[in-house]
């Protein structure tokens, strides 16, 4: 299952910084406005100790963890919807993206030129939110159109869907977001196929300076209050000093640096931790001589699905999934030894795949 995040915000806020630490490609950086023409496409290498726990015993040929696909658009500005700064275009690379990562600036740098000309992470966020509300405004009353002629034809469907996109125009109207609009499942289904850029759930990081890494600052603490009726993730991330860390090849030289700024671990594990959360994510594992892999699926997916995920054969045919617990398997060190000690499942079609479960899947097509 692939997972891909859009960065969002607009210019000379540090968002490429952000990109260029967090993932294997890099993306051009500059203190103008503007100056990129092209979105920024990488990965990132989700961390999860857990599969170099597993390899430890196995010793398996090759490990592959997951990896979350991020794109970074050129920052937006007033008037982006309608052609303004970078334009329109580059919305349209946010709209295949599973989440958005809103990256708003909360420092302070008189070389680096704000294009509001002050920090202000409220006003920011409001401007970079209604240019998405635009974009999606056009897109359902497009949408409410083209019910409108299905309606003359007589489809039966056409007026309940008016309806519920009129309740969603109205909402985008009053300068809300269509993710903090209450919609049922029949109602969502109305609007899948827009990929509403406000329906996306969201993951604010407030980019500070170093000093403000491990507590944040004053920006933070009013960015938090404006959204305190939201109940957004919002989390703090010092991109420069993140990106300073990501450039050093030892890791114990990176554990050393984050210690001296009060961190624990890097920014991009909160992120990729906010990302599954928000997302309603985990991840399970296959482990074997030829390699050991971290596989990623929706909460709450039964074992087949979790077998459609590896291949499509191996759902279609489907017998059963063995399965032992991480734990269990870290204690007793090797699949005959949890076999043994009755720590090896034999789990059917309508067993609920847990987070960190180890599964060999049986199947015949």
């Not at 303004?84 to 809103?102: P, R, S, Y």
């Not at 920014?267 to 990302?275: E, F, I, P, Y």
């Not at 997302?279 to 929706?298: C, Q, Y």
Request: net charge negative; glycine share 6%; with cysteine.
């Amino acid at each position: 299952m692939a997972l891909k995040c859009g960065i969002v915000g607009i210019a000379n806020i540090g968002k490429t910084t952000l990109f260029n630490c967090i993932s294997n490609t890099k993306g051009q950086t500059s203190n103008f406005a503007y100056t990129s023409n092209k979105s920024n496409i990488g990965q990132i290498t989700v961390p999860d100790k857990r599969l170099y726990e597993i390899d430890a015993i196995v010793k398996s040929a090759k490990i592959v963890p997951v990896t979350v696909e991020i794109v970074d658009i050129p920052g937006l500005t007033k008037g982006a919807s309608q052609g303004e700064g970078v334009g329109n275009k580059f919305l349209a690379d946010i709209q295949q993206t599973d989440a958005i990562i809103h990256v708003l600036r909360c420092f302070d740098d008189e070389n680096l030129a704000h294009v509001e000309g002050s920090v202000n992470p409220v006003r920011d966020r409001e401007i970079v939110d209604l240019e998405l509300q635009i974009r999606d405004l056009d897109l359902v009353d497009r949408k409410i159109a083209r019910m409108e002629k299905l309606v003359k034809t007589g489809d039966k469907d056409a007026k309940k869907n008016i309806d519920v996109l009129t309740k969603v125009k109205n909402h985008l109207e009053n300068f809300l977001s269509v993710r903090t609009l209450e919609l049922d499942e029949k109602e969502l289904k109305v609007i899948e196929d827009m990929y509403l850029l406000t329906a996306k759930p969201v993951i604010y990081v407030c980019n500070v300076d170093a000093a403000s890494a491990k507590s944040g600052n004053k920006y933070v603490d009013e960015l938090k209050a404006s959204l305190k009726d939201e109940h957004a993730e919002v989390l703090v991330i010092a991109g420069a000093l993140e990106a300073e860390i990501a450039e050093l090849e030892s890791m114990d030289d990176r554990k050393e640096f984050l210690e001296d700024a009060g961190l624990s671990e890097p920014g991009v594990n909160k992120l990729v931790r906010s990302a599954y959360d928000i997302l309603n994510l985990m991840s399970f594992f296959t482990a074997g001589p030829k390699e050991v892999r971290a596989w990623t699926i929706k909460k709450g997916m039964t074992a087949p699905q979790a077998a459609g995920v590896i291949h499509s054969d191996l759902e279609r045919g489907f017998i059963r999934a063995e399965v032992i617990k991480y734990k269990d398997f870290m204690a007793l060190k090797s699949e005959h030894a949890c076999r043994d000690a009755g720590k090896l499942f034999i789990e059917g079609k309508t067993y609920v795949v847990e987070d960190g479960d180890i599964l060999n899947i049986r199947f015949n097509v």
